[in-house]
């Protein structure tokens, strides 16, 4: 049977490494990214008919409707990766400034956002007893200075994941910290030269692939 997946955030770093590695391996995918032009490059690139590209925000709701139906003229999924994030304010600041309005919208992005996404395809999810991959970080559980905002998120991020494992027994549930990448990400906290010193997105690929394989039990795993 033909393997179904929910990517977000899938035209740069982790996304796009997962989104090449699942086409190779003859899945259908639904990909998601916020730039248009970004995601039409990855779907030239690839040149699959098995993957489904609709550019949006996921914080919005009508844009994770679009995803959620997608998903469900596949026939339901297999695995939903909630991998699009962003970083909050930069240059990362202390929590005594940090400016609130962002934090809201910080929350709304990383961590309304994948559990709104994952209420709206869960019933696909369940029939298939699919897996939830949820891209979490070493920022949820260490004190880095100016860190706080973004790993709060993650942090909220991590505990979703904990109760939802607990409450949906036919869906495995995986909180992963996927270590520092060599992302764009990672080059607006750090700058560019130090980002370029870290291990490449498709190094975590592997680690991703093997928990689909495998499917131990739900829980929060550490890419090393």
């Known amino acids: 049977m033909t393997k179904n997946a929910l990517i977000t955030g899938a035209s740069r770093g982790l996304g796009l490494a997962l989104t090449r590695a699942l086409v190779e391996e003859g899945w259908r995918l639904v990909i998601t990214a916020r730039g248009v ?7 030239a690139e690839l040149g699959s008919a098995q993957v489904t590209a609709l550019a949006g925000d996921v914080a919005d709701a009508g ?45 709304a992005t990383n961590v309304i956002a994948p559990l709104a996404l994952t209420q709206a395809v869960l019933p696909g999810l369940r029939e298939r007893r699919g ?3 949820n891209i979490s970080s070493d920022a949820a559980i260490e004190a880095y200075e100016g ?25 495995a549930v995986w909180w992963l910290d996927p270590g520092e ?4 990400m990672l080059a607006g906290a750090v700058g560019p030269k130090e980002a370029s010193g870290a291990p490449d997105p498709e190094s975590v690929v592997p680690t991703i ?16």
């Open 147 to 171: 860190w706080g905002g973004y790993g709060a998120t993650k942090a909220a991020l991590d505990q979703l994941s904990n109760v939802l494992a607990a409450e949906e027994p036919d869906v």
């Open 181 to 184: 990448m060599n992302t764009a």
């Open 63 to 107: 844009h994770r409707k679009l995803l959620a139906d997608a998903a469900h003229g596949l026939g339901g999924l297999d695995l939903l990766v909630n991998n699009a994030s962003g970083l909050g304010t930069t240059p990362l600041p202390p929590l005594a400034d940090y400016p609130i309005d962002d934090l809201t919208g910080l929350f």
């Open 209 to 224: 692939l093997r928990l689909v394989r495998e499917r131990p039990g739900s829980g929060r795993l550490a890419h090393r």
């Open 37 to 43: 032009a970004a995601l039409d490059q990855v779907t």
């Open 131 to 133: 897996a939830v991959v």
